[in-house]
């Protein structure tokens, strides 16, 4: 069965500390994979997404993420957090041929100032 | 519309009684989608239109749960005979015609349904 699965429920990081939130993903085809960032009252926004080409694709807001085949992962990252970054991070799987997004149960990341 | 735009943003109600839940997508946009998460999951797919048409139902719980889109733009989630276990965020998007190679979704901040 399809899945998106990321391991890390919550974490916390300090003001300018690096991040990387991780996502791994099972899919029978192609992925094309996302991340979104949910904060509170707020909707889903896109962060970045890769369809193909270059595996590391950069985002707005400073993140980037990239793709390893071989891991089936797709991990998000951030040389510096800032305190505005603390919010719901989920990640998001589909392929061609189908319009479903299969997500993850999201990561909640708090900021220590 | 710049966005995706949802109402009402919060709605609470009695078990039994019947909600309807209001999405008006981007400008152009023609395909729309429901979504609905519960708390503490990620977003799991309910319905998905292209045009008026309901293209693919098969997210919907039981048959409580209705959407209609009937010209092509703004769109209504119907939940007849509320429970509590209903209770959740409700969260459209919408989508240019989707090129299945390349389908970005974008969401509107949701309906937050309290059943009591």
């Known amino acids: 069965a399809q899945s998106v699965t990321q391991p890390d429920i919550h974490i916390t990081v300090s003001e300018g500390a690096s991040l990387e939130l991780r996502c791994n993903y099972s899919?029978?085809?192609?992925?094309?994979l996302f991340w979104y960032v949910q904060s509170p009252g707020q909707g889903l926004q896109l962060l970045l997404k890769?369809?193909?080409?270059?595996?590391l694709v950069q985002g707005i807001k400073g993140f980037e993420a990239e793709f390893k085949r071989s891991q089936s992962s797709f991990n998000l990252r951030k040389p510096s957090v800032h305190w505005s970054d603390a919010a719901e991070y989920f990640c998001?799987?589909?392929?061609?041929?189908?319009?479903?997004?299969?997500f993850g149960t999201g990561t909640r990341l708090k900021v220590l100032a | 519309g710049a966005g995706v735009s949802q109402t009402p943003s919060n709605k609470v109600t009695e078990k039994g009684k019947y909600v309807e839940l209001r999405c008006d997508p981007i400008?152009?946009?023609?395909?729309l989608y429901w979504y609905r998460q519960s708390l503490g999951q990620g977003p799991e797919f309910l319905i998905y239109?292209?045009?008026?048409?309901?293209?693919?139902d098969s997210g919907l719980p039981n048959d409580r749960f209705f959407a209609v889109r009937p010209e092509g733009s703004v769109s209504t989630l119907k939940i007849q005979r509320t429970e509590r276990g209903d209770s959740a965020v409700y969260l459209c998007?919408?989508?240019?015609?989707?090129?299945?190679?390349?389908?970005?979704?974008?969401f509107g901040a949701g309906s937050r349904l309290t059943v009591l």
């Open positions: 998007a919408s989508s240019l015609i989707p090129d299945l190679g390349a389908n970005v979704l974008t």
């Open positions: 899919y029978g085809a192609t992925p094309y």
């Open positions: 890769y369809f193909s080409g270059d595996t």
């Open positions: 998001a799987c589909t392929t061609s041929g189908t319009y479903k997004y299969i």
């Open positions: 400008s152009g946009h023609t395909a």
């Open positions: 239109f292209q045009g008026t048409g309901a293209a693919d």
